[in-house]
T-cell receptor, first 114, second 108 residues
Framework: EAAVTQSPRSKVAVTGGKVTLSCHQT?????MYWYRQDTGHGLRLIHY???????EKGDIPDGYKASRPSQENFSLILELASLSQTAVYFC?????????????FGAGTRLSVL | GQQVQQSPASLVLQEGENAELQCNFS?????LQWFYQSPGGSLVSLLS???GTKHTGRLTSTTVTKERRSSLHISSSQTTDSGTYLC??????????FGKGTVLLVSP
């Protein structure tokens, strides 16, 4: 069974502070993704990566950075957290990026920026 | 960009009733997937169905690609089916575009 683990599961941050969300997968998958979920918007892609040491912008990358130091690990970084970044963040992995692939999601991180 | 509309936004059923969820998308999709999200939980892929009809367990998905619509039928609903059902379209390599989901509540 594919496994994607996110940490922390929840976090409260202050406006202007730095936040790092971590994701670890044991699937030996090449592709990893960060999505955010908001009421009224559904899930939206922030960043993704298909190889270590390289990241790509998704649909809503502004205000976020990503880091892929190894195949197994993918982090999302909010350098200056803002109120609008309060959301639930999901990490996912897939074997390849093609349309036939299944995405495996982590349990999510609930971020509240105050 | 690609848009995905789901209906209804919410649905309340009694156990044993059938559910019909709809997904409409704005342009040709190379792949369409249905996901289930447990209350306050993560997402699990239910099935992929770019065209035609697919069955798995009590779930049946029918996608009519030229009409840009897909449906998910849940037969004999159970309380454990409660949660959010999300439709997602592959809108480019590596990218899924999600609808806002249908929240299903099945009462005993």
């Amino acid at each position: 069974e594919a496994a994607v683990t996110q940490s922390p599961r929840s976090k409260v941050a202050v406006t202007g502070g730095k936040v790092t969300l971590s994701c670890h997968q044991t699937n030996n998958h090449d592709y990893m993704y960060w999505y955010r979920q908001d009421t009224g918007h559904g899930l939206r892609l922030i960043h993704y990566s298909y190889v270590a040491d390289s990241t790509e912008k998704g649909d809503i990358p502004d205000g976020y950075k990503a880091s892929r130091p190894s195949q197994e690990n993918f982090s999302l970084i909010l350098e200056l957290a803002s109120l609008s970044q309060t959301a639930v963040y999901f990490c996912a992995s897939s074997l390849t990026g093609g349309s036939q692939n299944t995405l495996y999601f982590g349990a999510g991180t609930r971020l509240s920026v105050l | 960009g690609q848009q995905v509309q789901q209906s209804p936004a919410s649905l309340v059923l009694q156990e044993g009733e059938n559910a019909e969820l709809q997904c409409n998308f704005s342009s040709t999709a190379t792949q369409l997937q249905w996901f289930y999200q447990s209350p306050g939980g993560s997402l699990v892929s239910l099935l992929s169905n770019p065209s035609g009809t697919k069955h798995t367990g009590r779930l049946t998905s029918t996608t009519v690609t030229k009409e840009r619509r897909s449906s998910l039928h849940i037969s004999s609903s159970q309380t454990t089916d409660s949660g959010t059902y999300l439709c997602a379209i592959h809108s480019g390599y590596n990218k899924l575009t999600f609808g806002k989901g249908t929240v299903l509540l099945v009462s005993p």
